[in-house]
């Protein structure tokens, strides 16, 4: 029925589309483990996406970008966290702040840089790899690869080390974390700045090994798909893998069929796809994520102190 | 009359008991203001704009912005609206970040019923059932399938944005314009109302009114009550007999018809028509969770920030085409004053802090 190279094409979309999803998600398992929330995922990786972009137009280096860029998320992350640990603030106001200013800032600079709202200019991208399958090529980002590494070390921490037993006690009981002699404040502070620093490596890698450019729309809510992705996997890095496939997979086949209904014989009625029926298919996406969050929400279990401010007695 | 100098008298009264209440309020609004102006300066210094310039432009913004009040009063209509949507759920402990697509809905269904019956109200009632609708499938998503309402919401505004756009492109198009949908006929349309001094809106009385329903549902009434306590502590709530997930239900449903109102007001008093880009819809939802935020969580106190938030944004496209600066500075100084304003506890850190310092 559909040939091979369709697969293989589908599969490389999946696994692109998957990787700022995974980085994000496994980033935000780290935070909401300890207890906080972080909305702000999807600025965070407008943020970084924006400095990628000025880092390599400027130096034509885009490992100096990625390494600039997560440092950006690290310090959004570790703001973020600052003013939800030790000042205590609601975690979904502060989130939404910095999804706001981190808009502004990103058409300023794209303004002033460049005096257009639109996008920057093309950049340097780091080189794909390609694997033959058959007839077709398989293309895999290298930062794919890290990504799944990530989460594979975030899953080590969280369920194999003392390190992991201290976070997670900081999100399901603080008082008690506490009087275990763990420091909830700094702990909170510190993964929330991991959670930033994978979310700038996501929002670094949507300019330098995929798009090439940025454009304020670029992260198109993927820092929210990545939260909907924390809840589906049950806040554990491995599943978190599984779902950032599968939420990659959905928006890899709303892209692939949005070109597919181009190239094929559509009866008449079926003609509006072409045009203004594409918008249904970027809707796709984001009803299929939410579709799945819907069937399998009712079976996970959250941190108990998630997005719980912690005051000490 | 003799019943209405006793109302103003006892609202007075409860005004001077709280004031300490109000002014700390009052305090930490202005200085979230204050300090926002003053690290987007620094931004747009950081930059590279001369440092002169963001002071021109903040004059440019603040003399203009405020200078049209009929202009601004409509401006800030759909926004009192969105902030409402946010601020009503909030009460009762939930996040509505959905307004965005539930104004979306609600624009597009007064449209359809204005073109079709060209009767204002019932494509007033028509937007808001739009939204409560919307409004209502967060809640049930929420309280029966424990779905966070914040990425449920996000997922549906995406969705929607470009469902809207597909809806409008198709089947709402003017034939003779491709970029806009056919306008809402004459009888439909909200008046304007000619005071002299002022050409005032009529979407704004509806806002104002609904703020004031609100304010009387939550503070005066049982179910107010109960939906404020269940959201200030669910378990109390609970134990008080007040049955907490219909009254998330009530809630929400009461938050998408504000935003859904917002999409008809926009529609039937302001825009009239819509675009295929959506430009003229875009935005009002976000922009309505930092207006309730402003707004101290206060229906009063929203129509108050709605009217400060709009003279921003429509003193950010005077900065545009006097000083040639994106309008955008506007939505930078307004994310910024969210940031800060969730920061109450800041000041009691810093005095705890310093009291231990002194020790």
Redesign the interface.
């Known amino acids: 029925m559909i040939p091979v190279e369709d697969i293989v094409t589908l599969l490389s979309l999946s696994l692109t589309s998957m990787t700022p999803l995974l980085l994000a998600s496994a980033g935000e398992i780290l935070t909401e483990k300890s207890g906080v929330v972080n909305i702000g995922l999807e600025g965070i990786m407008i943020l970084s996406a924006l400095t990628s972009a000025i880092i390599t137009h400027y130096t034509s280096n885009p490992y100096l970008a990625l390494l600039i860029s997560s440092t950006i998320g690290l310090a959004t992350g570790l703001l973020m966290g600052y003013l939800s640990s030790y000042l205590h603030s609601n975690q979904i106001v502060v989130g939404t702040g910095i999804n706001m200013l981190a808009l502004g800032v990103a058409t300023l600079a794209l303004y002033r840089l460049w005096g257009e709202y639109g996008g920057s200019p093309s950049v340097e991208k780091l080189a794909d790899l390609q694997l033959p399958i058959g007839n077709a090529i398989l293309t895999l980002k290298p930062i794919s690869i890290v990504a799944v590494v990530l989460a594979v070390a975030s899953w080590y921490l969280l369920e194999k080390t003392t390190w992991g037993l201290r976070i997670r006690a900081c999100g399901e009981n603080p008082h008690s974390a506490e009087a275990m002699g763990v420091n909830v404040y700094r702990t909170r502070l510190l993964l929330t700045g991991v959670g930033g620093f994978y979310t700038g490596l996501a929002g670094s890698f949507l300019v330098v090994n995929w798009v090439g450019f940025f454009s304020r729309e670029m992260t198109s809510g993927r820092g929210f798909v990545a939260l909907a992705n924390v809840s589906f996997s049950n806040w554990n890095p491995l599943t978190a893998i599984v779902g950032a496939f599968l939420f990659g997979f959905f928006e890899a086949f709303a892209t692939w069929l949005s070109l597919k209904v181009q190239q094929l014989m559509l009866p008449e009625y079926l003609t509006f796809l072409r045009t203004s029926g594409q918008s249904l298919f970027k809707a796709l996406p984001y009803l299929a994520t939410l579709i799945t969050v819907v069937v399998i929400m009712k079976k996970v279990k959250m941190p108990k102190a998630l997005g719980k401010p912690y005051i000490k007695e | 009359m003799s019943g209405k100098p006793g109302i103003l008298e006892k609202l007075f009264e409860n005004i001077a008991s709280r004031r300490r209440e109000y002014g700390l309020a009052l305090l930490e609004v202005s200085l979230s203001i204050l300090l926002s102006l003053i690290i987007t300066a620094f931004?747009?210094i950081l930059?590279?704009?001369s440092s002169d310039l963001s002071l021109v432009a903040y004059s440019v913004m603040f003399s203009k912005g405020f200078d049209n009040a009929s202009y601004l009063l409509s401006r800030a209509s759909p926004l009192i609206f969105t902030a409402l949507a946010f601020l009503y759920p909030s009460l009762t402990g939930l996040?509505n970040?959905g307004g965005e697509g539930q104004l979306y809905v609600g624009a597009i269904a007064s449209l359809i019923i204005a073109l079709y019956t060209g009767n204002s109200l019932l494509a007033l009632i028509a937007g808001g059932l739009a939204g409560a609708a919307l409004g209502m499938l967060l809640a049930v998503?929420r309280v029966y399938?424990?779905?966070?309402e914040?990425?449920?919401a996000?997922?549906?505004n995406?969705?929607?944005?470009?469902?809207s756009?597909?809806a409008i492109?198709?089947y709402l198009t003017d034939p003779s314009i491709p970029h806009l949908t056919r306008q809402v006929p004459d009888t439909a349309k909200l008046p304007l109302m000619d005071l002299g001094f002022l050409r005032l809106n009529t979407s704004f009385l509806v806002a104002l009114a609904a703020a004031i329903a609100g304010a009387f549902l939550f503070y005066r009434t049982r179910l107010g009550f109960a939906m404020r306590v269940s959201g200030l502590n669910p378990l109390a709530s609970m134990i008080a007999g007040f049955e907490n997930r219909k009254l998330m239900l009530a809630s929400f449903a009461l938050g998408g018809t504000m935003a859904g109102l917002g999409g008809s007001v926009l529609v039937l008093g302001i825009v009239h028509r819509l675009d295929t880009m959506m430009m003229s819809l875009y935005g009002y939802g976000?922009l309505g969770?930092?207006a309730s935020?402003l707004g101290r969580n206060n229906p009063i106190g929203v129509v108050v920030s709605s009217i400060f938030l709009s003279g921003l944004l429509i003193g950010g496209q005077w900065i545009e085409t006097r000083l040639g600066?994106?309008h955008?500075?506007a939505?930078?100084?307004?994310?910024?004053i969210?940031?800060?304003?969730?920061?109450p506890?800041?000041y009691h850190?810093m005095k705890a802090v310093l009291k231990v310092r002194r020790k």
């Open positions: 931004i747009m930059m590279g704009y996040f970040i998503l399938r424990n779905v966070n914040v990425v449920a996000i997922m549906i995406w969705a929607l944005f470009n469902i756009m597909f492109a198709t976000f969770i930092g935020l600066l994106p955008q500075v939505d930078l100084i307004i994310g910024i969210v940031i800060s304003l969730a920061i506890f800041a850190y």
